[in-house]
């Protein structure tokens, strides 16, 4: 019987401390980071960012109805949210921090032409104060014929963007220079526009 009585003292002094153990609560997680770190806005945000966008811009009441949200691509820290506004593309690297959306930067796209510049872009290198581990290359299509961009980078990888709805792009390379790239523009019988900074 004491043998007995033992044998439970001790099963009963291991399952404790490992009871105890699992009681504790977790710290960090999705949860915690996402109230006290900084990333990316999530599709709800959105109007925020409209908002704050014509703001920044300092747009008048027309003008910020005219402006629009094309396509947003996210990293581990920020946004990046392609909008076009008449004469004034651009692409806005946006990031929330608790509840409260930012605006870190604005970056223009250039103005194109249908005729002639039909793609416009601009880019975004690795090791940015904002991304630094991450480049981008992003821009507008402004040719309603070209169904596709196609990106050849200087370490041959090849990335293609389908660009039918969104008439824009942002390509997201991490740890590459963007600035030495091939851009095609694809279309109904091939290549439309092409231009190669590598």
Known sequence: MRY???????????????????????TGGPAIQGVIGQGPVSE?????????LADHMKLS???????QIRQTAHTRRVSYVLYSIPNNDGLAVVTKQGGNVRILERIPIPPGDPQDQLVTYNTIIAGNPWDPDNGVLFGTVHNPYIKSIEAYFRDTTKIKADVTQSRGFIIIRPGTDTRFVQINAIGDGGLWWTKDTR
């Open 4 to 26: 007995l009585i033992h044998c439970l003292l001790v099963v009963a002094l291991i399952m404790l401390p490992a009871c105890a153990r699992q009681a504790v609560p977790k």
């Open 44 to 52: 709800l945000d959105l109007p925020v960012v409209e908002r704050l």
């Open 61 to 67: 009441a027309d003008r910020a109805r005219s402006l």
